[in-house]
């Protein structure tokens, strides 16, 4: 059973557009002005003003707010990056150089690497943490206790600079020289200098 249908009264130019419109969109004259009475619904806009919404305007600010987010988004995920990630891959890296034994050195550490050790622990503190904090005593055996014999073994390198992020993760920065504090967050494109490690 077909639906019912009526008549609607139109002057020649109208009709011949609403035709034309009707044709161009390949309905029949029933299923355009059901799609018309659909379309005014749904969009609420006034067949009476003929101009719509713009739609470039349109695109281009919901472009600029898509733009607008991303920034922010990458923004928050430097934030997090630079907050918590870094610190803990420093300190993920410092433990497994840690808990690594050294190739060359499968036995462990000899006695002169640990004299080294401490004689490079002993002028980390010393040069890298502000007088304040230290007491009078180790201020004043510093230099004899860190007194270096002969060159540097160059298997603990690995090892001092795991020790020296562990260092720098740990302590305050307001407890340590300006030299020995993480170096801050350069603007992208302009090359961050390594950290100077103390003597």
């Known amino acids: 059973m077909s639906a019912r249908l009526k008549t609607i009264n139109a002057d020649e130019a ?9 044709k161009e969109c390949d309905l029949t004259s029933p299923e355009l002005v059901a799609a018309m009475v659909q ?3 749904v969009t609420k806009a006034d067949p009476r003003n003929p101009t719509g919404p713009d739609l470039t305007t349109s695109l281009a600010k919901l472009t600029a ?3 607008d987010l991303d920034k922010r988004t990458i923004g928050f995920i430097r934030e997090q990056e630079k907050t918590y990630l870094k610190p803990i891959l420093a300190e993920v890296q410092a433990h497994k150089v840690l808990s ?5 050195a499968p036995v462990g ?15 980390v503190l010393s040069k890298g943490m502000l007088p304040a904090q230290l007491t009078p005593d180790f201020q004043r055996n510093a230099p004899t206790m860190g007194a270096g014999k002969g060159p540097d073994d160059p298997a603990l390198a690995v090892l001092k600079q795991g020790l020296l992020s562990v260092i720098r993760l740990a302590f305050r920065p307001d407890l340590m020289v300006p030299a020995m504090n ?7 494109g302009v090359p961050v200098p390594p950290p100077t490690q103390p003597a």
């Open 109 to 123: 550490v000899s006695k002169d690497q640990a004299d080294e050790l401490i004689r490079w622990f002993v002028r």
């Open 65 to 67: 707010k898509l733009a």
């Open 14 to 22: 109208a009709y011949e557009g609403f035709r034309q419109l009707a």
């Open 100 to 104: 690594t034994p050294a190739a060359i």
């Open 182 to 188: 993480p170096t801050p967050a350069a603007p992208a």
């Open 39 to 41: 379309y005014f619904r």
